[in-house]
């Protein structure tokens, strides 16, 4: 399908889910990630001129904002926010490898998320209604339900199970049609999304036994104040490069983000997402799949040459 043809068919089927109701918010082509700044690198300008907002709080479903927002040729992806939509997704994941010279992921011995969902159901003698379903590119497949009346669920990550994640207040799921490099989210059963089992509900609130040994998960920090001036100025160098240099730019800048993930000053998903904000302002949807390849090459190469850290003060690095 060719790009112009991507974006008509994302266009419309942004619109189709706005009518809906839900709320949506574009991503950056072929990935998951919102189309938007982080709270570290927030410069508090235009809408942000009185704090941080969230992508969350900027979806919409107005139907006209929305056509406005997926009409400049761009195949934005389609983010859903469950929580102001009324809604709760769940996400039954296949088992995945671990990445070279990485620990094994939890859960990679278990069954996937489908098989885990339906054992839940039967262990705790509750049906599994048909509900709206998408088949995902990883080969999993997600279940929208709404939210019971006064409930206020947040997303949660391997808490029902170790293949199953949640999307709720906070988190996003990806809309039937949005595309990635390994495939499309496909719409399987348009069945109304059913409301969600109260043993499900329960599932995804209650605490974690004491005794599981299972690894922590690691949380996404903010960077502190020397690593965001960073990240914010290689991410300018790269948002502002005219065409020429800008494979040789991007590479250098992800190499020397790559440094401090290397040395513990930056998650990598981090600079990863804000390494790919800088290149969607380039508007080239064509070299995307390039862009995101030098990305996560330079970002790994950077990694295995740690910045050193200068122990002389916190916050520094030699």
């Known amino acids: 399908m060719s790009s112009s043809a991507q974006s008509a068919a994302l266009r419309a089927a942004a619109m189709e889910i706005a009518g809906r109701?839900?709320?949506?918010?574009?991503?950056?082509?072929?990935t998951k990630a919102a189309l938007w700044h982080k709270a570290a690198l927030c410069r508090g300008r235009g809408v942000c001129a009185g704090?941080?907002?969230?992508?969350?709080?900027?979806?919409?479903f107005d139907v006209d904002r929305v056509a406005a927002r997926w009409s400049d040729g761009v195949p934005y992806n389609i983010a859903v926010f469950p929580g102001p939509s009324g809604l709760f997704i769940l996400d039954c994941d296949v088992p995945k490898p671990p990445r070279p010279g990485q620990p094994a992921a939890r859960g990679e011995h278990d069954p996937?998320?489908?098989?885990?969902?339906q054992a839940l159901a039967a262990g705790r003698g509750g049906p599994l209604p048909d509900t709206f379903t998408l088949a995902t590119p990883s080969g999993g497949r997600q279940l929208w339900f709404t939210a019971p009346p006064g409930t206020r669920l947040r997303g949660t990550v391997k808490h029902v199970a170790t293949n199953i994640d949640t999307r709720g207040w906070?988190?996003?799921?990806?809309?039937?049609?949005?595309?990635?490099?390994?495939?499309?989210?496909?719409?399987i059963d348009d069945t109304d999304p059913a409301e969600l089992p109260g043993w499900l509900v329960q599932a995804n609130v209650e605490r974690s036994p004491t005794a599981d040994s299972g690894a922590a998960?690691?949380?996404?920090?903010?960077?502190?104040?020397?690593?965001?001036r960073a990240v914010r100025a290689e991410c300018d160098r790269v948002a502002t490069e005219p065409p020429g240099r800008r494979n040789k730019v991007l590479s250098t800048a992800a190499y020397a983000l790559g440094q401090l993930v290397g040395a513990e000053l930056l998650d990598r998903e981090h600079a990863r997402a804000e390494l790919e904000t800088a290149v969607a302002a380039w508007n080239s949807p064509g070299s995307w799949a390039k862009d995101t390849g030098v990305i996560a090459t330079s970002l790994a190469a950077g990694e295995g040459n740690p910045r050193r850290i200068n122990r002389r003060g916190p916050g520094r690095a030699a």
């Open 21 to 30: 109701g839900w709320t949506v918010f574009p991503c950056r082509p072929g």
């Open 51 to 60: 704090g941080h907002v969230t992508p969350e709080s900027l979806a919409t």
């Open 112 to 117: 996937d998320g489908w098989f885990q969902l």
């Open 170 to 187: 906070g988190t996003y799921g990806l809309a039937p049609g949005s595309v990635l490099p390994n495939g499309a989210y496909e719409l």
């Open 217 to 228: 998960e690691k949380p996404l920090t903010a960077p502190d104040a020397y690593t965001a």
